[in-house]
């Protein structure tokens, strides 16, 4: 598996206690064991966590998403305007066009399912782990799989890289110098490159598919 967006959790004592003894250790001597970027990503982390003003959409849509669904399938102008505003500001300072915009756009409006759609999966995440059927400790819990990660500076969040030997058998780990949330869009050279990197041959993750021994 690769993302270029780790929601890394902090080491657990129960199933990593070395890992997150040291982690804790290095973390309130972070001026010391954090490289400069980590201490940035960490500092950025925890500013956009604390801003309220992030929370907002996901509070709607994980409770009522039908009432902005009604909105966003009555007025393109109404989709326009918030869809946009993440693209805005998510986005790493990406140089969006008219025609950009108007496609990302036009994807919600002229699906099968409607603008609204989308955002109902804000919602059933909720209520799956109000069930406990997917609760934030599985969703991070410790999978037995390569996994690789691209870190990309504006990123939502972004945690130490010490943090993700945790979730699994970390094969790739990348910095890259521009692209945020929608870093695939946004980067995609680099997103390309740490792919074929892991899955290609001599990577990591080389060998996955069965019968095929990479690019």
């Known amino acids: 598996m690769h993302t270029n967006w780790a929601l890394v959790p902090f080491p657990s004592f129960t199933t990593s ?9 290095k973390h309130f001597l972070s001026s010391y064991f954090y490289t400069p970027r980590e201490a ?22 994980s409770t009522k998403p039908q009432t902005i669904a009604s909105s966003l399938t009555d ?14 500001s998510w986005s790493d300072r990406y140089p969006w066009t008219d025609d950009e915009i108007l ?16 955002g109902f999966i804000y919602y059933e995440r909720v209520v799956e782990i109000k069930r406990k059927v997917w609760t934030m400790e599985k969703l ?16 939502l969040a972004n945690l130490p890289k010490g943090w993700l030997a ?5 094969v790739l780990v990348r910095d890259h110098d521009k692209g945020g949330h929608f870093g695939a869009y946004e980067n995609p050279g680099a997103i390309a490159g740490d792919l074929v990197e892991m899955f290609g041959r001599g990577g990591g993750a080389e060998g996955v598919v069965e019968g095929r021994s990479g690019c």
Not at 103 to 118: L, R, V
Not at 140 to 155: D, H, I, K, R, T
């Open 75 to 88: 007025s393109p102008i109404s989709l326009l305007s918030f869809i946009y505003e993440k693209l805005h």
């Open 17 to 25: 206690p070395f890992l997150a003894a040291t982690s804790l250790f």
């Open 140 to 155: 991070q819990g410790y999978v037995n799989v390569p996994l690789g990660f691209s870190y990309l500076p504006g990123e």
């Open 166 to 170: 945790g979730m699994g058998r970390v």
């Open 103 to 118: 496609t990302w756009i036009s994807i919600y409006w002229f699906s099968t399912a409607g603008p609204g759609a989308s």
């Open 40 to 61: 940035l990503d960490l500092s950025l982390a925890k500013a956009f966590q604390r801003d309220p003003r992030n929370r907002g959409f996901s509070a709607l849509l």
